[in-house]
Structures are given as C-alpha cells and as structure tokens.
Nanobody, 120 residues
C-alpha cells in the first residue's frame, strides 16, 4: 500500500517562501510525481510535476517562483515556493503514479494535503 505524506505547509506573508515535502512509502518505484492545489475558487489544479528522470513542468501561474525537485533514493519530492502570493493559498496535495501512462486508478496515489496560507 503506497502512502504519500506531505509536510511543510503553513502561514506566510506575501513575498515569503515555503518548502513542501512529500515522502512516499510502500513502493519500490514511482513514476511521475507532483503537486496539485485546491483553492476556494478553483477545483484541484496541477501546480508542478516531475518525471522519474527529473524533468519538471510547471503551471504558468507558478513558473519562475516554484521549483520542484526529486530524490528517487528517498522516494521524496520537494516543492520550493518563493515570492508567494495570496492567490497561492490553498490545500496542496501530493500525487504519484505507480505506472507509466495510462495510469489505472488503483496506481494513482494521493496524499492527504497540507494547507498553505499566504496572508499579511
């Protein structure tokens, strides 16, 4: 049973930084991993994703401010978030694929989420 555990959320002022961590356990190999967020106005939307070989992609809203990295030996991904804005507020969910695409539902893993609040 794969489990994803997120940490690093919190309250930060606009312009500040946070680093989110997602640790996966219970799997020998995971493929693409990434982060989604759910805000009061928008259903869950993709933020960033990284392949098993380290190629990262970002939503336009976070390009240049967020950096996603990965440590395959630790089954862990890190999302460094800089220059945070109030519109970045939301619950951030870690996601991981247990197979290459197309990914069946039973191999599409989600964490419980961590709250990020950007406010003065």
């Amino acid at each position: 049973q794969v489990q994803l555990v997120e940490s690093g959320g919190g309250l930060v002022q606009p312009g500040g930084s946070l680093r989110l961590t997602c640790v996966a356990s219970g799997s020998n190999k995971l493929y693409t991993m990434g982060w989604y967020r759910q805000t009061p106005r928008i259903q869950r939307e993709p933020v960033a994703a990284i392949t098993e070989d380290g190629s990262a992609d970002y939503a336009n809203a976070v390009k240049g401010r967020f950096t996603l990295s990965r440590d395959n030996a630790k089954n862990t991904i890190y999302l460094q978030m800089n220059d945070l804005k109030p519109e970045d507020t939301g619950v951030y969910y870690c996601n991981a694929f247990g197979s290459p695409p197309p990914v069946p539902a039973e191999l599409d893993y989600w964490g419980q989420g961590t709250q990020v609040t950007v406010s003065s």
